[in-house]
C-alpha cells in the first residue's frame, strides 16, 4: 500500500532562517507531489506540484521553493523565513499522469511557527 | 483564475441538528472532491463526484453536484460529535492540469 511521510512534524524557527521541509511516498511511482500551505483555521493554499521530477509548478510567488530530486521525494525550502511563512505545511500526493480525478492523500503535517 | 466559494465559514450546531455546506466554482468543473479534517489532523478523502445532477450517499452524509457542474453540496443528517472538523471541497476544472482548486472550507462544531 502507498504512504506518505512528512517531516518534521514542528518546528520553530527565527526570521531570517532557512527551512527544509521533506516528503517522501512509498509504494506508487511517478506520483503527482503537492505542497500546501494552511494558515490557522483557514483553507488549504497550494504552493507548488510537481507531475515529474525535476518539474515544478509554483502557483504563489513567496520566499518558498520546491525541489523534486528523486521521483518519490519532494522539498520544500526557504533561504530566509518570514513571520508569514508560519503555517501548517502539508505534502499531498495522487496516481501520476496528468488526470486530476484521483485521490488526493495527505501527509500528516508539519506546523512551522516563525519567531 | 478558477476560484471555488465555500460557504459556510463556520457551522455551529446542536447534536442531532442537520449541516450542509455549499461550494459554488466560477467555471464548469470536470469533477469535484470532498475532503474531511479533523482538529489537529489532516484532510482526508471523503468522496469524487463526476457526473452532471450526480448525488452520493455515505450513511447519514449525501453528497451532491449540480446540474450545471459548477456548484455542490455537503449534507450531514442528525450530526454527531464525531462529525466535526472542516469540510474541504476540491474542484478540478481541467482533468489533464495536474491539479485541484480547494475551497476554504466549513469547519463544523457539534455541540453535545
Known amino acids: 500500500s502507498q504512504t506518505i511521510h512528512q517531516w518534521p512534524a514542528t518546528l520553530v524557527q527565527p526570521v531570517g532562517s532557512p527551512l527544509s521541509l521533506e516528503c517522501t511516498v512509498e509504494?506508487?511511482?511517478?506520483?503527482?507531489l503537492y505542497w500546501y500551505r494552511q494558515a490557522a483555521g483557514r483553507g488549504l493554499q497550494l504552493l507548488f506540484y510537481?507531475?515529474?521530477?525535476?518539474?515544478i509548478s509554483s502557483e504563489v510567488p513567496q520566499n518558498l521553493s520546491a525541489s523534486r530530486p528523486q521521483d518519490r521525494q519532494f522539498i520544500l525550502s526557504s533561504k530566509k523565513l518570514l513571520l508569514s511563512d508560519s503555517g501548517f505545511y502539508l505534502c499531498?500526493?495522487?496516481?501520476?499522469?496528468?488526470?486530476?480525478?484521483?485521490?488526493?492523500?495527505f501527509g500528516e503535517g508539519s506546523w512551522l511557527t516563525v519567531v | 483564475g478558477q476560484q471555488v466559494m465555500q460557504i459556510p465559514q463556520y457551522q455551529h450546531v446542536q447534536e442531532g441538528e442537520d449541516f450542509t455546506t455549499y461550494c459554488n466554482s466560477s467555471?464548469?468543473?470536470?469533477?469535484i472532491q470532498w475532503y474531511k479534517q479533523r482538529p489537529g489532523g489532516h484532510p482526508v478523502f471523503l468522496i469524487q463526484?463526476?457526473?452532471?445532477?450526480e448525488v452520493k450517499k455515505q450513511k447519514r452524509l449525501t453528497f451532491q453536484f449540480g446540474e450545471a457542474k459548477k456548484n455542490s453540496s455537503l449534507h450531514i443528517t442528525a450530526t454527531q460529535t464525531t462529525d466535526v472538523g472542516t469540510y474541504f471541497c476540491?474542484?478540478?476544472?481541467?482533468?489533464?492540469?495536474?491539479?485541484?482548486?480547494f475551497g476554504d472550507g466549513t469547519t463544523l462544531t457539534v455541540k453535545p
Open positions: 476540491a474542484g478540478i476544472l481541467n482533468p489533464n492540469a495536474g491539479k485541484s482548486t
Open positions: 463526484l463526476v457526473k452532471s445532477g
Open positions: 510537481s507531475v515529474g521530477i525535476g518539474q
Open positions: 509504494g506508487t511511482s511517478n506520483p503527482n
Open positions: 499531498a500526493w495522487r496516481t501520476g499522469g496528468t488526470f486530476s480525478g484521483n485521490t488526493i492523500y
Open positions: 467555471t464548469t468543473l470536470s469533477n
